[in-house]
């Protein structure tokens, strides 16, 4: 196992045009996160699944960004009719409930570019 | 509201020399955690600590939990350009990590 996986690295997208990035979580990994980071800043949480539920959503998730993880293993974040304010690293982590410290793993992120 | 605030948000030092990064808060943490992150990559967690008054030591780097629980601080001895990055500190809560907004460090040889 390679760790956290997410896909693209990079998107560049054209204003309203929809966007679906992808996480691979470490395979027994239970929880999986997803967290919005803009320049300046640190992570913002977005929202968290336990296996295929989504347990809880950030008052940063609009009605257009929708997040899935549908047989409790890989997710997917998707943004409807993308706007510059979009423009950010997305950042997924997944980890095991019960674990000490945490042990939250990171991927690498998806950096969107709205232009 | 920002429940941690880093201090600095900037450094830029020669290779070398010494620095302290600050985590501040009014609140109290079961524990706190350090993260670096490096330009393009995602966090990685460097220390978690848990008592107050822990020192932890992880090679030139010296992370120490504040008696109340309320900070904590980062020291670097002989820093290298290896440890340019972004140092964040986080702690957790309601089953989710949360994140100051970082000390951006850049070490110049």
């Known amino acids: 196992d390679t760790g956290v996986s997410q896909d693209p690295r990079h998107k560049i997208t054209k204003r309203g045009q929809n966007v679906t990035f992808r996480c691979d979580p470490i395979?027994?990994?239970?929880?999986l996160y997803w967290y919005r980071q803009t320049l300046g800043q640190g992570p913002e949480f977005l929202t968290y699944?336990?296996?295929?539920?989504?347990?809880?959503k950030s008052r940063l998730l609009s009605d257009r960004f929708s997040a899935e993880r549908p047989k409790g293993s890989f997710s997917t974040l998707e943004i409807q009719r993308t706007e510059q304010g979009d423009s950010a690293m997305y950042l997924c982590?997944?980890?095991?409930?019960?674990?000490?410290?945490?042990?939250?793993?990171f991927g690498s992120g998806t950096r969107l570019t709205v232009v | 509201t920002q429940l941690l605030e880093q201090s600095p948000q900037f450094l830029s030092i020669q290779e070398g020399e010494n620095l302290t990064v600050y985590c501040n808060s009014s609140?109290?943490?079961?524990?706190l955690q350090w993260y670096r992150q490096e330009p393009g990559e995602g966090p990685v967690l460097l220390v978690t600590?848990?008592?107050?008054?822990e020192v932890k030591k992880l090679k030139r780097l010296t992370f120490q939990f504040g008696d109340a629980r309320k900070d904590s601080s980062l020291h670097i001895t002989a820093a290298q350009p290896g440890d340019t990055g972004l140092y964040l500190c986080?702690?957790?809560?309601?089953?989710?990590?949360?994140f100051g907004k970082g000390t951006r460090l850049h070490i110049l040889p």
């Open positions: 982590a997944s980890r095991t409930t019960g674990t000490r410290g945490y042990g939250y793993t």
């Open positions: 395979s027994e990994h239970n929880r």
């Open positions: 699944f336990q296996n295929e539920a989504q347990l809880e």
């Open positions: 609140s109290v943490f079961s524990s």
């Open positions: 600590v848990v008592t107050g008054g």
């Open positions: 986080a702690f957790h809560r309601d089953d989710k990590i949360i």
